[in-house]
């Protein structure tokens, strides 16, 4: 499937501000199952962006903004053609055990044990990766506002409504709690072909089974198709937050994040 995106996030600070860096995970994946045709970052005031590569495979952009500056907006425009739903990148020795392991986001804790226990334990990796989605779905409603960027899987099980985020650090924490390797997928999500548009930024997990990762989207219930559009995987937000920086003084800031995402044939639909 075609799929265009825009990304576009504007920062206000309260009074001027120096030595800016930033990092982006926005820019669609090369790989994991999908082909990037083109990306272009427009960033104001003008730098340079330095492309890299993390641990995890993923490539994210570094920009420096070293004069004083009191905003800054930052734009991606890209076309990707996601490919197959299921990745092929073997982890590394290292690489499976961290997508074992918990973490801040996604602990462990008999509270998530309970929850599963009507979940056959005997599941191979597929299967208990659509079980747990669809528990997940049923039990928990979405809803924003009643969660944070700061909130783990066991904020979703005490307040019983979250984001996908919180979706997502929760079914991790199941299956890695059965010995089932999954990782956090952060990226982007078209609507439906006729479907109104809604927030595209998204998060879902990959379950690493026999022949591949397998994507699972708990707060859709859904199999990851072609409308999902990856941008990075990591043990869970916090490796791949789509920004992340710091800056010298004292400044407040205020953000705010426009999406739009359309795959080609709701593009045509629509002229």
């Known amino acids: 499937?075609?799929?265009?995106?825009?990304?576009?996030?504007?920062?206000?600070?309260?009074?001027?501000?120096?030595?800016?860096?930033?990092?982006?995970?926005?820019?669609?994946?090369?790989?994991?199952?999908?082909?990037?045709?083109?990306?272009?970052?427009?960033?104001?005031?003008?730098?340079?962006?330095?492309?890299?590569?993390?641990?995890?495979?993923?490539?994210?952009?570094?920009?420096?903004?070293?004069?004083?500056?009191?905003?800054?907006?930052?734009?991606?425009?890209?076309?990707?053609?996601?490919?197959?739903?299921?990745?092929?990148?073997?982890?590394?020795?290292?690489?499976?055990?961290?997508?074992?392991?918990?973490?801040?986001?996604?602990?462990?804790?008999?509270?998530?044990?309970?929850?599963?226990?009507?979940?056959?334990?005997?599941?191979?990796?597929?299967?208990?990766?659509?079980?747990?989605?669809?528990?997940?779905?049923?039990?928990?409603?979405?809803?924003?506002?009643?969660?944070?960027?700061?909130s783990t899987a066991l904020d979703l099980l005490e307040v019983g409504h979250g984001v996908c985020q919180d979706f997502t650090h929760l079914m991790l924490s199941a299956l890695r709690m059965r010995g089932i390797p999954a990782r956090y997928v952060s990226g982007y999500l078209a609507p439906h072909v006729g479907e109104e548009a809604a927030p595209a930024s998204h998060a879902w997990v990959q379950v690493l089974t026999p022949d591949g990762w397998h994507g699972f989207d708990p707060a859709n219930d859904t199999r990851q198709d072609g409308r999902y559009v990856l941008t990075a995987v990591g043990r869970d937000y916090d490796d791949v937050p789509p920004v992340r920086g710091a800056f010298t003084g004292s400044a407040d800031q205020q953000w705010d994040t426009l999406v739009r995402v359309r795959s080609q044939e709701q593009e045509q639909q629509q002229q």
């Open 1 to 150: 499937m075609h799929i265009s995106v825009r990304w576009e996030s504007s920062y206000l600070y309260s009074q001027g501000v120096r030595l800016l860096h930033t990092e982006l995970h926005v820019v669609p994946a090369d790989g994991f199952g999908q082909r990037r045709l083109s990306a272009e970052l427009t960033l104001t005031p003008q730098a340079q962006p330095q492309q890299l590569s993390d641990a995890f495979g993923n490539e994210y952009h570094h920009v420096d903004f070293l004069q004083e500056v009191d905003r800054i907006h930052l734009v991606l425009d890209a076309e990707v053609e996601t490919e197959q739903p299921v990745g092929h990148d073997e982890p590394t020795p290292l690489m499976r055990h961290l997508f074992l392991a918990p973490t801040l986001r996604s602990p462990f804790d008999p509270a998530v044990t309970e929850l599963c226990e009507g979940v056959p334990a005997d599941l191979d990796p597929l299967a208990a990766g659509q079980a747990v989605a669809s528990l997940l779905h049923e039990r928990f409603g979405f809803r924003v506002g009643t969660t944070d960027v700061a």
